[in-house]
């Protein structure tokens, strides 16, 4: 198909006269009235994008150029699809009740130094109890950066992200994760946090629905964590402000 064949079922599609056209393009009329009757077979890019920004089509379609077959209300039409579908993904996808493999562990449990510079954490094996009591032997800490950005951004902890089940969120494994101790989990609602679950460290997103607890993860592979708020053993560590390859 032609660039005047395309143009001439277009504008048949929505209705418009070549006079309308020349006016939204800013080109003569006789420019735009040779080019879709096919007199002019091959129009310069400085008339094709006049006339394809004025008509909001690329000039990739206009040439029929692989990738561009559709034109800007199919592009709509489109979008409106993938928003529908990812709506029916989500709404469908099963719940787990059961626990996932933990995707974090604690590398740091100390404060940032009042006077120091760059801030520091302090880093220490995990262990899968209780994280503010036992998170590795002291004997074996040493410190960790906290990259400024973060630290102004209140993040005292740091943890590395294992798997993959937060790759949607640009979370890959080995990421440090900068942490800000947020104890209310209320004020992590929607957030990106790490949490303890029965003993395992998790990184996910945090919501609430009807007196649930919902641990979402950012890859379609892993189904939500979804347990009842007082049937599980559970705590908030804080919400993740940042990770290692978003430092400046």
């Given at each position: 198909m032609d660039i005047a064949t395309r143009l001439q079922e277009?504008?048949?599609?929505?209705?418009?006269?070549?006079?309308?056209?020349?006016?939204?393009?800013?080109?003569?009329?006789?420019?735009?009235?040779?080019?879709?009757?096919?007199?002019?077979?091959?129009p310069g890019a400085y008339t094709l994008a006049k006339l394809g920004d004025g008509i909001g089509v690329t000039v990739g379609w206009m040439l029929g150029e692989k990738g561009f077959e559709f034109s800007a209300e199919d592009r709509v039409e489109l979008r409106r699809l993938i928003t529908w579908g990812q709506g029916i993904l989500k709404a469908t996808q099963p719940e787990e009740q059961e626990l996932q493999p933990a995707n974090a562990s604690a590398i740091t449990l100390g404060r940032r130094p009042p006077v120091r510079s760059p801030r520091h954490g302090r880093a220490t094996p995990v262990s899968a109890t209780d994280w503010r009591e036992s998170f590795g032997d002291r004997r074996e800490e040493r410190e960790v950066d906290i990259p400024q950005q973060f630290a102004d951004q209140?993040?005292?902890?740091?943890?590395?992200?294992?798997?993959?089940?937060?790759?949607?969120?640009?979370?890959?494994?080995?990421?440090?994760?900068?942490?800000?101790?947020?104890?209310?989990?209320?004020?992590?609602?929607?957030?990106?946090?790490?949490?303890?679950?029965?003993?395992?460290?998790?990184?996910k997103r945090l919501e609430f629905t009807g007196g649930k607890i919902r641990l979402v993860s950012a890859n379609e592979r892993f189904a939500p964590m979804v347990f009842d708020e007082d049937a599980v053993e559970w705590s908030l560590i804080g919400i993740v402000v940042g990770w290692s390859h978003q430092a400046r």
């Open positions: 277009l504008l048949k599609q929505r209705g418009l006269k070549q006079s309308r056209v020349a006016e939204l393009a800013g080109l003569p009329n006789e420019t735009v009235n040779r080019i879709v009757t096919g007199t002019t077979k091959n209140h993040a005292t902890l740091v943890f590395r992200a294992e798997g993959e089940s937060m790759v949607g969120e640009h979370i890959a494994d080995g990421d440090l994760l900068y942490v800000s101790e947020e104890p209310d989990p209320r004020h992590a609602r929607g957030r990106i946090v790490v949490c303890v679950v029965s003993g395992s460290p998790y990184v």
